[in-house]
Every structure is written in structure tokens, then in C-alpha cells.
């Protein structure tokens, strides 16, 4: 498929009520109450919200917290990537990495050294597993957590949104 020609800027009030309109798939909104939590972190400075647009269509989207609820990410000071989604019909354009790179733009100018990330294991985030590993991000090598906790040799865990492998990047 084609590049996308979309842009990506900052969410904007007017777009926590469309997001949910939009048709993109089992991951795509969580809902109108996530985004207008996700608007006031957005206003406030705790989580910079940023979605790809593609003439007046919103075709994606990702936010940065700045203070990771990964332990070892908040420790460290290592801002944290979460909720990248490309809808369903705009996926293979090339906006989920537009989205990364961003992300990893605002943060180093922000003068953050690395940027984190954690994914769910099972095929649904299989384009997402992809993508991280090409744009050079690396497993934390602290193993799998379930619920926000380590997953040790023996535990008996669920296979769901949950359960995380976290990777982290150096940025230039």
C-alpha cells in the first residue's frame, strides 16, 4: 500500500467526542470517559495526546506519559508510550511509525535520553511487536509483568492486555 499523507498535531477538544465515532476496530477508542481523562492529562501536562489525520478523518492516534506507571520506567525517568492505534482501514500507510517518531521527537526535545514502551503478547499486537523492534527499540531485559507486577519462572498468568514485555529505546 501507499504512504499516508497524514498529519500529526496535538489532540484537540473537538476531537475527545469523535475519536469513539470512529470505526477502526476492536482497539481503537476505549471509549468517550478515556479520552476525556485522557483530554485533562492532555491539558494539565501529565500525557501529551497526539493523533494522525488524513484530510478531516482521524486515522490514528498515541499518547506519552511523562511519568510511566512501569516502575522501572519511573524510577529511571523514562517517559512511557501508550495506546498507539491506527484504524483498522488506515493500517500499512506507515502512520503507526509517524506516530512513534513524534512521540520520540517530543520526548528528546523534552531532553529525555530514552523513551519505553510495553506491548500484550498475543497476535493482536502482533503489527505492534513489528513495528517497535524496527524503529530500534529493545526489550528492558527485567522479564514479562502481569498486572503491572514481574512475572516470575513458575507463575501461572493470564495471556491478556495484562501481560507485558516493556522495551525501551535511547534516543539520539
Not at 499523507?5 to 470517559?33: F, K, Q, Y
Not at 478523518?57 to 510511566?68: F, I, M
Not at 491506527?86 to 531532553?111: K, P, Q, S
Request: hydrophobic share 40%; charged share 25%; proline share 3%.
Amino acid at each position: 500500500m501507499g504512504r499516508s499523507m497524514a498529519i500529526i498535531r496535538d489532540l484537540a477538544g473537538a476531537d475527545v467526542a469523535c475519536i469513539p465515532e470512529v470505526l477502526g476496530g476492536p482497539a481503537w477508542n476505549g471509549g468517550l470517559s478515556k479520552w476525556s481523562r485522557y483530554w485533562e492529562q492532555h491539558l494539565s501536562g501529565a500525557r501529551t495526546c497526539l493523533v494522525a489525520q488524513e484530510a478531516e478523518k482521524l486515522v490514528g492516534y498515541v499518547s506519552v506519559v511523562w511519568r510511566s506507571q512501569h516502575e522501572p520506567f519511573r524510577r529511571a525517568g523514562i517517559p512511557e508510550i501508550q495506546d498507539l492505534v491506527v484504524a483498522d482501514f488506515a493500517r500499512g500507510r506507515g502512520i503507526g511509525g509517524a506516530l512513534v517518531a513524534e512521540c520520540e521527537t517530543r520526548a528528546n526535545d523534552l531532553g529525555h535520553a530514552e523513551l519505553g514502551i510495553g506491548f500484550g503478547l498475543y497476535a493482536d499486537y502482533g503489527a505492534a511487536q513489528r513495528l517497535y523492534v524496527r524503529s530500534g527499540y529493545v526489550p528492558d531485559g527485567l522479564g514479562l509483568t502481569w498486572n503491572n507486577k514481574s512475572a516470575n519462572a513458575g507463575d501461572m498468568v493470564r495471556v491478556d492486555d495484562d501481560l507485558v514485555l516493556w522495551l525501551r529505546k535511547r534516543l539520539a
